[in-house]
């Protein structure tokens, strides 16, 4: 990539509108090509903005805001002296800059999870696979209220429930993205919440696997083994070409953030396999549907 080349189509695109953490990544992204088309280092780069070239790594690897002074430093040390084109940049510098919807709630999150958030609503598919929970975006509230409840109590966990509905609204979004979840069968006979409640949550779950970005499968104990025994890990892919596909994995201090192909190699095919294992999405129903009437037929029994 030359300076005159520098990426602004996506100004005025839907990929503007992917959020703050995305664009992060789409503007260092940018700024890496830039640097390295003009064959200077990343120490170069760090003293011209008066910082190091660790700074330069995070700028790059989108993990903090930008600072427009800086911004404007960078281009002009990688040539970039098209008025339209600076202004184009920097409009997009402002836009990653911006805080995400989950700001209001910052107070609950780590910031590792903030990251996840902005990501989760960038994607353009993500692909799940849970060993032991409902994935958030297809909790009920009651059941949502059950898991938050185990290590939270009163208006903490009010909120935290508010906060997983809002990240729900992603699948109603026109340019929302697909979900495709693999559910372990230790899922489903986990009640969370008490009978009730995961009745509610099959039922849920039955609705949600018709909607049309939508797909479930559930890995019944009779596939036997598998290679992500007791791993629950989620696949984002983005549909810009800057953002790389991502491999989240949840821990309950931390995450972890995998990109490098290798990694997404093996977590590809290890997907790919447990789908062909699993139940098709029409027999996933039927296996829900009987789930539910099972909640159904011991509610009466308890009566």
Known sequence: MTPDTIRTDIIGTPAEDRGPTALRIMVGTQLRKLREARKISPQQAGERIRGSHAKISRLELGRTGYKERDIVD???????????????????????????????????????????????????????????????????????????????????????????????KILEQQTGPTLWAILDESVLRRTVGGNEVMRAQIQHLIRMAEHPSVSIQVLPYTAGGHTAVGCSFTILRFAEPELPDIVYIEQLQSAQYLDRPTDLDLYRQVMDQLSLQADSPTKTLERLRAAEAELAAAATESV
């Open 74 to 168: 960078l281009l002009d040390l990688y040539g970039v002296d098209d008025p339209l084109q600076r202004d184009a940049f920097l409009k997009l510098v402002r836009k990653a800059n911006e805080q995400g919807w989950w700001h209001g709630y910052s107070d609950l999150l780590p910031a590792w999870f903030e990251n996840y958030l902005g990501l989760e609503g960038a994607a353009k598919s993500i692909r799940t696979f849970e060993a032991q929970l409902v994935p958030g975006l297809l909790q009920t509230e009651d059941y949502a209220r059950a898991v938050v409840s185990l290590a939270h109590n009163g208006l903490e966990t009010a909120r935290r429930v508010e906060l997983r509905r809002e990240r729900q």
